[in-house]
């Protein structure tokens, strides 16, 4: 705790007043440019990750970045998209994966979260993510299965976000774009997938933009 304080000390006294009307600007309100939905893992940090500052991103941290189908959960998941997409106006949605995600990992060995009741039951929010790795990559093993898991989770909560009125009204009018990405603890690297492709690939080289159509016979995914 002590380094939480010192370093709060350090923001206050040093960064907040060099950058004070920077920080005048944000109290007048926010106008983020993008929803980012991602795990709560705390190796995950998305304004590093996109090198963002305070104001453009607003974010939807969750255990597994799981978003459940619309009228699913009781939880604040769909008033936070509702809020991003209708009140603020976000262009874009990301929703971010991670590899190694404990998460996932308890997905595919429930067993792991077995004396951690309330985890097990919000997991079942992604039961889809379960069935579709159980009846179709059972060639898979070890951290391939987990990574195959992981990209799959993702474009399963990119469906799943369709089914929330005030996203579905907007991709209607083309005026929200959805992008699904997984994040490399090991590398730092984001694959994104590319709808035109079928597949995840390097940001850089991805058309990141996707829709919630899937391809289970992906050669990436079932390597």
């Not at 309100?29 to 940090?45: E, H, I, K, N, Y």
């Not at 209708?86 to 590899?99: E, P, T």
């Not at 093993?141 to 929330?164: F, K, P, R, S």
């Amino acid at each position: 705790m002590e380094h939480l304080l010192s370093g709060m000390h350090q923001f206050q006294s040093q960064v907040f007043q060099r950058e004070r009307d920077f920080f005048d600007k944000l109290v007048a309100g926010q106008s983020p440019s993008a929803l980012f939905v991602t795990c709560s893992d705390s190796r995950v940090d998305p304004n590093l990750i996109t090198q963002s500052g305070p104001g453009e991103l607003f974010v939807l941290r969750n255990a597994g970045n799981i978003v459940p189908a619309y009228g699913a959960s009781n939880g604040g998941e769909a008033a936070t998209i509702e809020y991003a997409v209708a009140a603020l106006s976000v262009r874009d949605i990301v929703i971010c994966g991670h590899s190694r995600c404990g998460a996932v990992q308890a997905l595919l060995q429930p067993e792991k979260a077995a004396a951690l009741p309330l985890v097990s039951r919000w997991l079942r929010h992604a039961e889809t993510t379960r069935r579709i790795i159980a009846e179709n990559y059972t060639h898979a093993t070890g951290d391939a299965l987990v990574e195959i898991a992981v990209q799959e989770h993702v474009l399963v909560q990119i469906e799943n976000i369709q089914t929330h009125p005030a996203v579905a009204v907007k991709l209607q009018r083309g005026e929200l774009t959805l992008h699904a990405w997984v994040y490399h603890l090991e590398t730092g690297e984001v694959l994104a997938y590319s709808h035109k492709d079928c597949r995840f690939e390097p940001l850089n080289a991805a058309n990141s933009a996707t829709t919630a159509r899937r391809v289970i016979d992906n050669p990436m995914l079932r390597k």
